[in-house]
Nanobody
Framework: HVQLVESGGGSVQAGGSLRLSCAAP????????MGWFRQPPGKAREGVAS???????SYADSVKGRFTISKDNAKNTLYLQMNSLNPEDTAIYYC????????????????????WGQGTQVTVS
């Protein structure tokens, strides 16, 4: 099975920053759209950001201007830099690989995910 492994989660005060990492096989990072989803406590999972093989990144309106998605193919790593965090950002964050769809706000994008990471907890207080 393909494994995506998130790290970098933790607890931070409001206004602070965290950087999440997702280790992925090189062929996945190269061939797939990569994205981040999150699931706040008691709420449904939602798309956060995505980065295609080519073209522009996509962000949920709630994180635009605060979060930045990027990847380093040489390090086999996907990143999510999160700045100006607020309590509404508290959630389990998941790394994901998508074979085709990549616009994070597109209907049905979650169902198009081929591989999921195990999730990492982010708590903002």
């Amino acid at each position: 099975h393909v494994q995506l492994v998130e790290s970098g989660g933790g607890s931070v005060q409001a206004g602070g920053s965290l950087r999440l990492s997702c280790a992925a096989p090189g062929y996945i990072l190269s061939a797939y759209c990569m994205g981040w989803f999150r699931q706040p406590p008691g709420k449904a999972r939602e798309g956060v950001a995505s980065i295609p093989r080519f073209g522009s990144t996509s962000y949920a309106d709630s994180v635009k201007g605060r979060f930045t998605i990027s990847k380093d193919n040489a390090k086999n790593t996907l990143y999510l830099q999160m700045n100006s965090l607020n309590p509404e950002d508290t959630a389990i964050y998941y790394c994901a690989a998508l074979p085709s769809m990549c616009a994070i706000q597109a209907p049905g994008v979650e169902a198009s995910v081929r591989f999921w990471g195990q999730g990492t907890q982010v708590t903002v207080s």
